[in-house]
Every structure is written in C-alpha cells, then in structure tokens.
Nanobody, 116 residues
Framework: QVQLVESGGGLVQTGGSLRLSCAASGSILTIYRMGWYRQAPGKQRELVAAITSGGTTNYADSVKGRFTISRDNAKNAVSLQMNSMKPEDTAVYYC??????????WGQGTQVTVSS
C-alpha cells in the first residue's frame, strides 16, 4: 500500500504561481512513477505531468513551458510548480503513484482555482 498526502492548492490570479506538493508513505520502494492529474467540473480527469524514479518527465501539451514537475527520491515526494497560470487550469489536482509491481494510488485531491 502507498499513501499520498497533497498540499499547496488554493486561489491565484491569472498569471500567478502555485506549488503543489505530494508526500508518499508506505511501500515507497515499489514506486517508479509519480505525477499529477487534474479534473475540472464536467470534464474527464487528465494527466498534467509525471516523473519516473529515473527523472524522465512528461507533460500535457497545455502546460508545457509553464509547469515543472520535480521529485525528491530521498523524501519520497513530488512537486508541481505552476507558473503563468490560466483560468483553464482551474481543477482538482490529484497526486498519483504507480508501483513497479502493479497498482496505482491516489491522493485525496487539492483544489486549484485561477481567477480571471
């Protein structure tokens, strides 16, 4: 089992910045990829960014150049720095972790709201 605890959501104006953090506990040695999904009202959950234990990253086209994902393997944590934010970034953001032995775990979600 893996437990994920998120922090850092909130309200920001267009063009502003927020930083989300996610700390993992439990069977952390089996985690090989962590990242963030988001879900806006009435829309499907979509991948925002992900990073493997080796540091390989991938981003949604909509956030490339604005968001940066980073991982601290020693602290079993992943962060998402969000800059130049837009109203369309408004969503509930979920941290997730994939295990090498199978299984995906989710955080409880944190609300991010970008005002225009």
């Amino acid at each position: 089992q893996v437990q994920l605890v998120e922090s850092g959501g909130g309200l920001v104006q267009t063009g502003g910045s927020l930083r989300l953090s996610c700390a993992a506990s439990g069977s952390i040695l089996t985690i090989y990829r962590m990242g963030w999904y988001r879900q806006a009202p009435g829309k499907q959950r979509e991948l925002v960014a992900a990073i493997t234990s080796g540091g390989t990253t991938n981003y949604a086209d909509s956030v490339k150049g604005r968001f940066t994902i980073s991982r601290d393997n020693a602290k079993n944590a992943v962060s998402l720095q969000m800059n130049s934010m837009k109203p369309e970034d408004t969503a509930v953001y979920y941290c997730y972790a994939d295990r090498s032995i199978g299984g995906t775990y989710w955080g409880q979600g944190t609300q991010v709201t970008v005002s225009s």
